[in-house]
């Protein structure tokens, strides 16, 4: 209610509208490296490239079969690419992904940071996702961000110092025998989303602005 001291939305957005339910026997992973900074614009940083990785190395190993979308650093992105094709994992790795819409109907699993944009996406999508906070985010915001959707069972919260590759291995090896979980954990994302924030935002501003005096 307005009449309280603030009014909980997320973040508004204009138009995202994601269709989902894919049918196929890979388990496709977007990848995003990028850290939202506090005025919005994002940086990229190196360590969910080299955990991705460092997991390769034993996803090679496996008759998993992977599609990944891989937004990385630009100094890295010739090093990451040549990597997934010498353990024949089939990637394209950009240094930004100008239509995320695309992305997020394509992947089955997301794998990110946990901005508050990147979370209010990841569930308006509804898409299951391992959220790895940037571990220098003020006040570990980015750590509850991500509580958000792992107190709802839509994903999976892991700070960057306890996260290796061969957990990351197991988390993705699991959900590619396990399907069904990773739709639960798309569901519960979906139910979490707040589509309607920009109009919360608005409405909440007209409020504010008829209570002042005029004249």
């Not at 496996?62 to 690419?81: F, I, M, P, S, Y």
């Not at 990773?182 to 979906?190: S, V």
Request: hydrophobic fraction near 40%; charge should be negative.
């Amino acid at each position: 209610s307005i009449d309280t001291d603030y009014v909980r939305t997320h973040q508004a957005f204009n138009n995202l509208i994601i269709t989902t339910g894919k049918s196929r026997s890979s388990l496709s992973l977007f990848v995003d490296n990028t850290t939202e900074t506090i005025n919005g614009i994002g940086g990229i940083t190196k360590a969910i490239n080299d955990l991705m990785m460092q997991a390769a190395n034993r996803l090679s190993e496996e008759t998993l079969t992977l599609q990944v979308w891989h937004q990385a650093r630009q100094q890295d992105c010739d090093k990451v690419q040549k990597h997934y094709q010498q353990h024949s994992i089939e990637a394209r790795v950009v240094p930004f992904i100008e239509d995320v819409k695309s992305a997020y109907e394509w992947a089955d699993l997301v794998i990110s940071r946990a901005g508050a944009l990147t979370v209010s996406e990841i569930a308006l999508a509804g898409l299951p996702s391992i959220l790895i906070p940037y571990p220098y985010a003020v006040d570990n915001h980015q750590f509850y961000n991500g509580c958000y959707l792992q107190n709802a069972g839509a994903a999976l919260v892991y700070p960057q110092a306890q996260c290796d590759a061969d957990e990351l291995y197991k988390k993705l090896k699991y959900f590619s025998e396990h399907r069904d979980d990773l739709m639960k954990m798309g569901e519960m994302a979906k139910k979490q989303a707040k589509p309607e924030a920009l109009m919360q935002v608005v409405s909440a501003c007209d409020k504010v602005l008829s209570r002042q005096p005029h004249g």
